[in-house]
């Protein structure tokens, strides 16, 4: 079990990664608070230690697409409304990050996580090949077909330097 500075320190780093990560999967606030506190409360109570602040980001990461997969296929998750019933959607996007951010909603999950991973936090394909266990050639067909599907939701106008403004 790790001490309370530890786990501060955790969560200093990587809340938002944290957080990012679940509101792709989740896209409510409430279930990205209930996560964050699951995927934190087994940071804590992880038995081993990690070679490098990498390898621990890389941990909570796929921690917390586990735990979102968990709490999507839970009973009373698929009981509840669909997201294009909620008119809800966080303040802190801007009016032309939508757009960008409903295109990559739709993607599939593996090219959603894909997209994230690569243009927002900033890894490359063998560092996501590494936290998704998939090859490396794997992720680099998700990135040109994720690339493939948005520029065809935008017809023809999406290019990659977008993502990493608006995601």
Sequence with gaps: MRNEAEVNRAIDLYADTVR????????????????????????????????????????????????CQDLL??????????IEEVTTE??????????????????????????YLFYYEGYTAVEIAGILKRSENTIYTWLDRARKELKKQFGGEWDGKQASRYL
């Design 90 to 115: 966080p303040f802190y996007l801007q009016e032309e990050d939508k757009g960008l951010l409903d295109a990559v909603f739709r993607l599939a999950p593996k090219y959603r996580n894909t997209i």
């Design 20 to 67: 990012r990560i679940c509101f792709l999967y989740l896209k409510n606030d409430a279930d990205v608070d209930d996560i964050f506190q699951e995927v934190f409360l087994k940071y804590l109570l992880h038995p081993s230690s990690f070679e490098s602040d990498a390898h621990a980001k890389a941990w909570l990461i796929r921690v917390s697409i586990n735990a």
């Design 73 to 82: 296929k839970s009973f009373f998750r698929r009981r509840e409304r669909s």
